[in-house]
């Protein structure tokens, strides 16, 4: 696939971590761009539109079992989109290196946040809204886990020439 497309989507994923890492919220239109720049860079790769729309698929499974695990309160809407959005550059054979990464990536960061709150925040460090917000709030921003689980198997989209 395009390096630079690939690179763009990974650009976006992070704008959408810190994003979540600062508000809890991942806005809509980092999985929607995600989505869309798929198609021009599967074009460019000239992919057979068997593959995309596998693909498409791929990403649209995951939503919907995504939007099952929400109603049971397991995972938050935008991690969903991001990592239903993310699935889809990834494919079916692709979702399970994809969701082994995050969870292993989520597992850390859940661990580390679980630390981070039992200790008191520093008063200087009290100053910064999104830091306090972290600190207080019990969920997990896993956006940064998704984020940072498909950069560590984004090498298999830099690889990928199919």
């Not at 649209?60 to 995504?66: D, M, R, T």
């Given at each position: 696939m395009a390096n630079i497309f690939v690179y763009i989507f990974l650009f976006i994923l992070l704008y959408g971590?810190?994003?979540?890492?600062?508000?809890?919220?991942?806005?809509?239109?980092?999985?929607?761009?995600s989505v869309l720049l798929f198609f021009p860079a599967a074009l460019w790769a000239h992919w057979p539109i068997i593959n995309i729309l596998s693909n498409t698929g791929a990403?649209?499974?995951?939503?919907?079992?995504?939007?099952?695990?929400?109603?049971?309160n397991l995972?938050?809407?935008?991690?969903?989109?991001?990592?239903?959005a993310s699935a889809v550059w990834f494919g079916?054979?692709?979702?399970?290196?994809?969701f082994?990464?995050?969870?292993?990536?989520?597992?850390?960061?859940?661990?580390?946040?679980?630390?981070?709150r039992r200790f008191v925040l520093p008063a200087s460090w009290s100053r910064t809204d999104w830091l306090v917000r972290l600190h207080e709030t019990t969920g997990v921003p896993y956006g940064i886990a998704i984020c940072i689980g498909v950069?560590?198997?984004?090498?298999?989209?830099?690889?990928?020439?199919?």
């Open positions: 971590a810190i994003c979540d890492l600062i508000s809890f919220k991942i806005p809509n239109y980092v999985s929607i761009c990403g649209a499974l995951i939503l919907a079992v995504g939007v099952l695990a929400f109603s049971f995972i938050g809407a935008g991690d969903i989109k991001m990592l239903a079916f054979g692709g979702i399970p290196s994809l082994f990464s995050v969870a292993i990536i989520g597992g850390v960061l859940s661990l580390a946040l679980i630390v981070f950069v560590v198997i984004s090498p298999s989209l830099l690889a990928s020439g199919h």
